[in-house]
C-alpha cells in the first residue's frame, strides 16, 4: 500500500510540474525565437540586410506582458492606442500584433518583413509592411512581453491573437533600427 501511495504521489508531483512547464512554454518560445532573429541581424545573416554593431538580448517583462494582455482581451487585431501601452520603466513602448494559427508564428511574420524593408532608404516597399520588422530589430530594445488569445470572431484560418510589447519601443519612420557594422570603421596597423 505503501508503495502505491508513493506511485499516486509522484504522478501527481509530474502533472504538477509538467503543467508548471507549459504554463510558460509559449513566453519562453516567443523570447528565444525573437533573439535568434535579433541574433541573425547582429551577425549579418539577414538577406539584404546589413549586419549591425550591436543588438540587445532581450528579456522577458512581467509588466509588458500584462499590458498585452490588457489589448488581446479585446480581440482587435491592430495596434492599441499608447494609453494602453502606458508604462513607468520606458516613454514608449513598441507594439506588434499578429493574427496565427500557432503563437510561434508570430514572431515570423513580423520578421519575414524584412523583404519589405530597405535599410539603406530607411523605407518600405511600395504597399507593403516593414514596421514591425523594425520593432523586432530595434537594437535599443531590451525588455519584451507578449499575450494571446484565441479569438473566435477573428476572420481567415488563425484565431490566435498575438500581441507583443517592446520597452523601449522603435517603431519610428524617420529612425533606422540599428547601427550597421562598417568595416571601413576599422583600421589594421
Known sequence: MRNMHTKFLLVLVNIYKNSAVN??????EILALHNA????????????QPKAISMSKLQWSYQLAKLAENWTIHCIPKTSGLKFRNS???TYVGQNVAVVSKIRDAPAVWFNQH?????????????KICADYKQL???????????YKFCEKLNGTGKILVVCNYGPGG?????????????DDFYLY
Request: net charge positive; proline share 2%.
Open 115 to 127: 523583404r519589405n524593408y530597405n535599410y539603406t532608404k530607411n523605407v518600405c516597399a511600395a504597399q
Open 37 to 48: 532573429y535579433r541574433e541573425a541581424v547582429k551577425f549579418g545573416r539577414v538577406r539584404d
Open 171 to 183: 517603431k519610428f519612420i524617420n529612425r533606422k533600427p540599428y547601427q550597421i557594422f562598417d568595416y
Open 137 to 147: 530589430a530595434y537594437a535599443s530594445t531590451t525588455h519584451i512581453g507578449c499575450a
Open 23 to 28: 504554463w510558460h512554454i509559449e513566453d519562453e
Open 88 to 90: 513607468s520603466k520606458w
